[in-house]
């Protein structure tokens, strides 16, 4: 069996930015939660059993208490944040497993998710459908994959290898050094994705990197500036793989059968008629 594991937050501001404007009876906008509860439905028709949706319930996390710049829901249009907790009960009514986050992140879910799915007996593949750089450190050769649900590519452990230059256990070392502006950490001056690839290439993790960068022995641009910024930032950089460093203690699901989709609960008739009574308000 395949279990797929989506990026709700993702998949709502996907769907958010690419779909025109609807409001229900009483005036609130719901055409994105629309459009990734009919997403997830047309995935289940095409023969998807086993379906879990993780989801921001608050933007912000532990993380902004580790780093005062990290992502918050600042700026997001309030249209789109009022439609977590739709997207959530409509999915739930669905009959579909959705775990909101509230300290931790959609991301962490769907490590842990991952993880813990991909362990269970009777799964051939775990689909992380996301395209999400993050989430490239939980593949696991071609039993734990991305998914690129808008362009149906799917990245193995080779391909993030081919896109990175850097296998999944350093891909947290590898944010750490050239930042993820999506997040709200810059990375550490001077490093790039190319000099990240072919020193992490030889060295795999942070710490593993001698000071000496005549011990390198790696094609990078500047290497001895390389080394004087990882010196002089290396808490930096430490603290920037934290940020960048996946949770998967959380306990989200007991078996992999609860992921099983049985139809939809009696909830979401009602659900399904607002959505259909909504109307293009542009």
Not at 234 to 261: K, P, S, Y
Request: one cysteine or more; charged letters at 25%; hydrophobic letters at 45%.
């Amino acid at each position: 069996m395949d279990v797929y594991l989506i990026d709700g937050t993702y998949e709502l501001f996907r769907h958010y930015h690419a779909l025109p404007s609807a409001l229900d009876t009483e005036g609130r906008e719901v055409a994105a939660a629309r459009g990734v509860v009919a997403s997830v439905l047309g995935m289940i028709n095409r023969g998807a059993t086993h379906v879990a949706v993780a989801t921001d319930h608050v933007i912000e996390s532990f993380r902004n208490e580790l780093w005062a710049d990290y992502k918050t829901s600042a700026g997001i249009e309030p249209d789109l944040l009022a439609q977590f907790p739709l997207l959530e009960a409509a999915l739930s009514a669905l009959g579909v497993a959705v775990w909101p986050m509230i300290e931790f992140e959609a991301d962490d879910a769907l490590a842990a998710g991952a993880m813990k799915a991909a362990l269970a007996p009777g799964v051939d593949r775990v689909l992380i459908c996301t395209p999400d750089k993050d989430l490239a450190q939980c593949v696991r050769g071609s039993h734990v994959v991305q998914l690129n649900r808008r362009t149906n590519a799917i990245r193995d452990e080779r391909q993030v290898v081919e896109k990175f230059g850097v296998p999944p256990v350093s891909i947290p070392d590898y944010l750490a050094l050239v930042g993820d502006a999506a997040d709200g950490y810059p990375g550490l001056t001077g490093w790039g994705a190319k000099s990240a690839a072919a020193v992490l290439a030889r060295f795999a993790h942070l710490e593993q990197i001698p000071d000496d960068w005549r011990t390198w022995s790696v094609n990078a641009f500047n290497p001895a500036r390389l080394a004087t910024t990882l010196t002089r930032d290396r808490d930096h950089a430490f603290l920037f793989r934290d940020l960048a460093t996946l949770r998967t203690e959380i306990d989200l699901f007991d078996d992999v059968e609860d992921l099983r989709w049985r139809g939809p609960t009696p909830a979401f008739a009602d659900l399904a008629r607002r959505f259909d009574a909504a109307i293009r308000s542009r």
